[in-house]
């Protein structure tokens, strides 16, 4: 979120289907949270998209299997590789950009929309976040 509001572009792409309905939920409160904040979010359309990818700069990369949460990390010891290499990281983001095309833009218009019963909802999912 400070990196977006530093005026750096941020994008995040998390999938519309999921197999953990309450985790969807606590996804949307932090999306919303990452939406206000100026962060380009993508819900991806095609499919489960389980992939776990950070670019930076077209230059760096870090992938593996963890979520990027205490959880993944201090009780599942989930690892995640950063890798220093220009070329895998371009091919990386190239993909990123295809699976964009499959996806739709999760907009601050959308979450202004939202309904108070689906806020309520999200917000409530939140506090179950870190044992999802």
Do not use: C, W
């Not at 998390?14 to 904040?37: D, G, R, S």
């Not at 991806?44 to 205490?70: C, E, R, W």
Request: zero cysteines; glycine letters at 4%.
């Amino acid at each position: 979120m400070l990196a977006a509001q530093s005026g750096i572009d941020v994008r995040v792409m998390v999938p519309v289907h999921t197999n953990q309905p309450m985790m969807a939920k606590a996804t949307e409160f932090y999306l919303n949270q990452l939406v206000k904040a100026g962060v380009r979010v993508y819900r991806y359309q095609a499919g489960f998209l389980h992939s776990k990818a950070i670019i930076v700069d077209s230059q760096y990369l870090m992938t593996g299997s963890p979520n990027l949460d205490v959880r993944s990390f201090k009780l599942n010891f989930e690892i995640a590789a950063f890798i220093y290499d220009q070329t895998l990281a371009e091919m990386v983001e190239r993909q990123f950009k295809l699976d964009m095309a499959q996806a739709t833009p999760y907009t601050y218009a959308m979450v202004k929309n939202q309904s108070h019963a689906s806020q309520l909802g999200a917000d409530l999912a939140r506090l179950f976040a870190p044992i999802l």
